[in-house]
């Protein structure tokens, strides 16, 4: 065997959700009601059950093709040529929204701890880590993402319940959204599934496949990632909205976090609970990075053949940098991301289920387990 087979479904899972728990959910809700306003809910939950069926197609790819990587088999379905050339375009694009997440993240540590600090200092520190740590293998990336899972998941959990007594269910109403119609609808959907978080979140199981165990595994690892991360989200977009509603939420660049400066714990345990939640973010912001980087590193090496990954992890570096420094401002940089990010849903959905139909219809498989 070529893969050390050692990841197990709860390590699936946990890439997944990590991943899928990124840095954009402090500004989810306010893109869910932009378009829709109190049925940002709605889109959103629209938008996590694509992101699900995305998840299973690229899961159904990697149990037809269990010991290949995507870029392996993707030669045997549409060529080497075309399958390259969609691999370049996929580099490219990972690039584009980790350089994207990379800004954002700075944008955020500048606004609630590092105002005094040089956005070019507070992300490169963060991404030179990056670089570094993604020098490991798939199986000690594995490890790391299984470590970080319960500090972002449970904090979020009880942030979300400590918020249910501001909440008021009128906010949510109409829960189809006020004004809305099915362009304003698709629209909003295009935006929520377009958010780089998501789009890393499912991609991600394209280079861990051929690590895990079993086909068993890789099942029961991708349904329980999206759904661990698609109902923390629904649970904070769903808690946010109903303490603020919609119209003040369009107010707020980062409306979670607003959400965590006004929450209190009985008998003021901790004064600062805003603090402790940017924590929490910041290792949900280095999960998601680390995703994207070591998804670059591993598609770049298959397609210019090498062996591994190790080069790009210091090729990528300088050009991840650039690309997060090139907005001018945090407005710019959403703009950015919205455009990008709704263009690459090619890529990251409709090209894993072409795949799986050729798959089908040419009855074409790899090896198994």
Request: with cysteine; charged share 10%; proline share 4%.
């Amino acid at each position: 065997m070529r893969f050390q087979k050692q990841i197990t479904a709860a390590q699936v899972m946990m890439i997944i959700a990590n991943t899928t728990i990124g840095v954009s959910v402090l500004a989810l809700p306010r893109i869910a009601t932009e378009k829709v306003n109190t049925g940002g809910f709605f889109i959103t939950f629209i938008g996590l059950v694509i992101a699900f069926i995305g998840c299973i197609i690229i899961a159904a790819l990697g149990v037809r093709f269990p010991k290949k990587t995507f870029i392996e088999y993707s030669s045997a379905l549409i060529s080497k040529p075309i399958s390259m050339a969609i691999g370049m375009l996929l580099i490219v694009y990972f690039i584009l929204l980790e350089g994207f997440i990379l800004r954002e993240f700075g944008e955020v540590m500048n606004h609630s701890l590092l105002d005094k600090t040089p956005i070019f200092v507070t992300i490169t520190s963060m991404i030179i880590v990056i670089a570094i740590t993604s020098r490991n293998s798939i199986t000690t990336f594995a490890h790391i993402q299984y470590y970080y899972f319960p500090f972002i998941v449970i904090p979020i959990f009880l942030m979300v319940l400590i918020s249910f007594s501001k909440m008021e269910i009128v906010h949510l109403k109409p829960f189809l959204g006020n004004n809305a119609n099915v362009s304003n609808y698709l629209r909003g959907v295009h935006s929520v599934i377009g958010l780089p978080f998501i789009q890393i979140g499912t991609f991600i199981l394209t280079i861990i496949i051929p690590y895990t165990k079993s086909k068993k595994h890789t099942v029961i690892g991708s349904i329980l990632g999206i759904l661990v991360s698609g109902i923390t989200i629904l649970f904070a977009v769903g808690v946010t909205m109903a303490v603020f509603g919609a119209e003040e939420i369009k107010k707020s660049l980062w409306p979670m976090f607003v959400l965590a400066r006004m929450i209190q714990f009985p008998a003021e345990m901790l004064e600062r609970v805003d603090i402790v939640f940017i924590v929490v973010w910041i290792f949900s912001a280095f999960t998601t990075l680390l995703s994207g980087y070591v998804l670059i590193a591993y598609i770049s090496g298959k397609v210019f053949g090498f062996n591994d990954h190790l080069p790009f992890t210091i090729i990528l570096l300088p050009i991840v940098i650039l690309v997060a420094l090139y907005p001018d401002n945090i407005q710019q940089l959403y703009d950015y991301m919205e455009w990008v990010g709704k263009g690459g849903i090619l890529l990251t959905f409709l090209y894993p289920l072409i795949l799986l139909v050729l798959s089908l219809a040419r009855k074409k498989r790899g090896d198994h387990h």
